[in-house]
């Protein structure tokens, strides 16, 4: 057998996530009551299904029949649960680890011997990461040395990955340790890999008694773990368990006390979980500063500290913690003035919106300046989103008439204007917005997107108030004008609007013909959905859609390295192996290349240009073989047999998940947005915690970079989707109200359901293109028409039934 050497390809990203899933940070989840334990683990990019797969690859796992996501919608009946009946490859593809482990320990002797399934079992045991899968791996490892086609630094990395789950890291630090290769690529990277790799040195230093080398790479790790995704607060506490181990000295519990004031302060969490480990509280009394009380023993901070862990606690939105910490600043000295600020910022960051009103406004009268006008407005927008619109419009008016030279005072301005659009008082807001555009914002540079906004928002007040005749014209101009002179979709959907107060008006025929005119000019897309059908409710014929499905086309010869990990699911290695080999350098087969080992983005990046310079049109739709890569290329499906299993698990419409992916992320599996939404399907931290802990599953929303694993991701998202439907149509809703309810699903997912609910009831029944074109959200707006056209697509290329646009939306549940 030959040797397994440490070698450049054990430095990889996904050491330190293994050691966070594992014996770090302890399981990522918890086991639910079908048995399904961390199948949400860290996990490689996956892969779709290849035909030409060996037999037991295509295996089915066993297993529970029924799904822990059957009880995601009220009353939902249990449900063969799809995912359990994938192919063996498409689950370790995926890092649905439980499942795919049932999977190949259910294979006949034969079948389960094979290099390919022992390859994948050993993906499988450092995916889930217990003791005992990491001695299973270790062996599997060293039994795989020299087997054909497997690339042995691959498997060195693997080895080591098992190693670590062992807790075997004596063994590991030739790896991972200090004058390793892995430590010197990642000291020399200095980015997220560097971190990842530091994270998991100091966790195999420490195991392995190196504490001084452990203590310099948890100051490595901790320094980019902003960088990595990895939680800070997490890598803290481990170093302050570190930091007890070491001989005592002055030096030491200077450090010691400087970790446990930064989790005082800056990680709440990490603090309290460290006091459940037998961390010592911040003893107060009889209670203790880490579960929120203050008073003597407290750490020694000044005002900022103290404000800095209110800013923290509001993040979480621990209300009543903030306020014991503002309290405790004023102790410290803050002034009168910081304090009453403090109180309301954070009463307004954690969304106690009643609250933080008055508080803002206490605020706003000790300050002056651009402070004050500031509190001033945001205690008017946490009027506003308190439920008081009254008294939020008031606040508004008298905020722009006092400071009309302010940027805030603009801004109030057509607030106040847009809050009465959103009640539908038609007449009262088309003056307001007359107001407003007649006002001395309209010509400020930072009000450009508001007047844009407020001439839109204006005619579709004409409109919805029923003066068709005069939003017709208003819409005309504005199709007409310069602002939407280059963005040829935008002034489509002005376009649309203007054929829907043509339709009002009465002329039936012109209508007809803009709807037709608007489907012909934009094929498959938002508008030609909504022209279909306006036009279908005319009793007017539409073309019918192409049929699919659209055929996927072959896939070029891989080297004998990347079909060994091609057929043991190992897609993100075997794109490493075929990148370094050459990937074909013709665009199609590049695209089925990058498809097939579940790199959407890759394919994405390739089809975008086609998706501009050669728009799908009838000429190139579904039909025509010449064409039809280029549709799979700019609409890819990575890990499309997942996908459509969750899809059918939670009752979603089919290709709703990718047409979702592909506006959120472009299929990239570790980004992180500004707003802080994680991972491929772009869930934010308090989603996903919410959305799991329904299920028995208990994630930690600091821990970025184990929230990417795409399979918890996809999970996620489609439990998070069948609750939106159950949510805005009610448990008992019919199957075609949910059908009726997409584009308000689509909105939800990106704007949050409270909102679209507010919109629901303040708009009623109005026509559904309508009420999208009436977003509020430019984004939100946007983004549904983006992925309702992406939905024609993808049925177009899956030869599924295509999304329909009902007439009029379903009401709001009760």
């Not at 797969?53 to 297993?63: D, K, Q």
């Not at 009543?320 to 600043?329: C, G, L, N, T, V």
Request: glycine share 10%; with cysteine.
């Amino acid at each position: 057998m030959a040797p397994l050497l440490c070698t450049e390809g054990a430095a990889s990203r996904r050491h330190a996530l293994v050691v966070f899933a594992g014996v770090f940070a302890g399981a990522l989840l918890a086991a639910t009551s079908c048995g399904r334990a961390k199948d949400h683990g860290p996990a490689t990019a996956a892969s779709t299904a290849a035909s030409s797969a060996p037999p037991s690859a295509s295996t089915p796992a066993p297993g529970p029949s029924t799904s822990a996501a059957s009880g995601s919608a009220a009353g939902a009946p249990a449900i063969v649960d799809p995912v359990a009946r994938l192919a063996w490859r498409e689950l370790v593809a995926a890092g649905a680890w439980e499942h795919a482990a049932r999977a190949l320990d259910a294979l006949p002797e034969g079948d389960r011997a094979t290099v390919a399934a022992r390859l994948a079992r050993l993906r499988v045991s450092t995916g889930r990461c217990t003791k005992e899968d990491g001695a299973r791996g270790v062996a599997l490892a060293e039994g795989l040395a020299g087997a054909p086609d497997v690339p042995p630094e691959l498997l060195a990395r693997l080895r080591v990955d098992a190693l670590i789950c062992a807790e075997r890291f004596a063994e590991a630090v030739a790896c991972v340790g200090p004058g390793s290769l892995a430590s010197r690529k990642g000291a020399a990277s200095g980015s997220r890999q560097g971190a990842a790799l530091a994270a998991t040195r100091a966790r195999v230093l420490e195991g392995a008694g190196d504490l001084s080398g452990a203590r310099a790479a948890y100051a490595d790790a901790i320094d980019g773990a902003p960088r990595a995704g990895l939680p800070t607060g997490t890598l803290v506490a481990a170093r302050l368990r570190l930091l007890r181990r070491l001989p005592a000295s002055p030096e030491i519990e200077r450090a010691i006390e400087a970790d446990r004031t930064r989790l005082f302060v800056e990680h709440p969490p990490s603090f309290e979980a460290a006091t459940k480990a037998g961390e010592p509280p911040f003893t107060v009394g009889q209670g203790a500063v880490g579960q929120g009380t203050v008073g003597k023993g407290a750490p020694t901070l000044d005002a900022e500290g103290w404000l800095k862990r209110a800013d923290a606690l509001a993040t979480l939105a621990r209300v009543e913690d903030a306020q014991h910490a503002i309290d405790a600043a004023a102790s410290a000295g803050a002034s009168k003035k910081r304090v009453a600020r403090a109180r309301g910022h954070a009463l307004w960051k954690a969304r106690s919106y009643a609250k933080a009103a008055p508080a803002l406004r206490e605020a706003s009268a000790l300050e002056q300046g651009e402070d004050a006008i500031e509190d001033a407005f945001l205690a008017a927008r946490a009027t506003s989103r308190a439920g008081d619109d009254d008294a939020a419009i008031a606040a508004y008016e008298a905020l722009a008439k006092k400071h009309p030279g302010s940027r805030f005072g603009g801004e109030a301005a057509y607030l106040a204007a847009h809050l009465r659009w959103l009640r539908g008082s038609w007449k009262d807001a088309i003056a307001a917005f007359d107001r407003y555009l007649a006002g001395p914002w309209a010509r400020a540079p930072h009000q450009k997107v508001n007047v844009r906004e407020a001439r839109r928002a204006r005619a579709i007040a004409l409109l919805e108030s029923g003066r068709a005749a005069d939003a017709r014209r208003t819409l005309h101009a504005l199709a007409g004008g310069d602002v939407y002179a280059d963005d040829a979709t935008a002034r489509g959907r002005i376009e649309l609007l203007e054929a829907s107060a043509v339709e009002r008006s009465g002329d039936r025929a012109a209508a007809i013909a803009a709807y037709a005119r608007l489907s012909r000019v934009h094929p498959f897309g938002w508008l030609d959905l909504a022209a279909r059908a306006r036009l279908l409710h005319l009793g007017e014929p539409s073309a019918s859609w192409p049929k699919g499905p659209v055929p996927a086309p072959s896939l070029p010869a891989m080297p004998a390295e990347v079909r060994a990990l091609f057929f043991a699911g190992m897609s993100s290695d075997a794109l490493d192996r075929f990148v370094r080999a050459g990937l074909p350098k013709d665009d199609a087969p590049r695209c089925a290349t990058l498809e097939a080992l579940d790199d959407g983005w890759g394919a994405y990046r390739i089809g975008l240009r086609f998706a501009v310079d050669d728009p799908p049109g009838p000429a190139n739709a579904g039909g025509a073989p010449s064409f039809a890569w280029k549709w799979r290329c700019a609409w890819p499906s990575p890990y499309g047999a997942v996908v459509g299993a969750l899809e059918a698990r939670e009752g979603l419409p089919r290709g709703l998940l990718h047409s979702i992916l592909r506006q959120e992320s472009a299929f990239q599996v570790e980004v992180v947005s500004p707003a802080g939404a994680v991972g491929i399907a772009q869930l934010m931290p308090a989603t996903a915690v919410e959305t799991a802990s329904a299920i028995g599953l208990h994630l930690d929303p600091t821990d970025l970079a184990s929230l990417q694993a795409p399979f918890l991701q996809l999970d996620l998202a489609a439990r998070h989707l069948r609750a939106l439907f159950v949510e805005l149509t009610g448990p008992g809703a019919s199957d075609a109200d949910r059908r009726d309810a997409l584009p308000l699903v689509v909105a939800a997912y990106n704007a949050g359901a409270g909102s679209v609910k507010r919109w629901m009831r303040e708009a009623g029944t109005m026509d559904a293109d309508v009420f999208v074109e009436r977003t509020p959200y430019l984004e939100t707006r946007g983004y549904v028409a983006r992925v309702l056209g992406n939905a024609v697509r993808y049925a177009v290329i899956e030869g599924a039934p295509t999304p329909t646009l009902p007439r009029k939306l379903p009401a709001p549940p009760p």
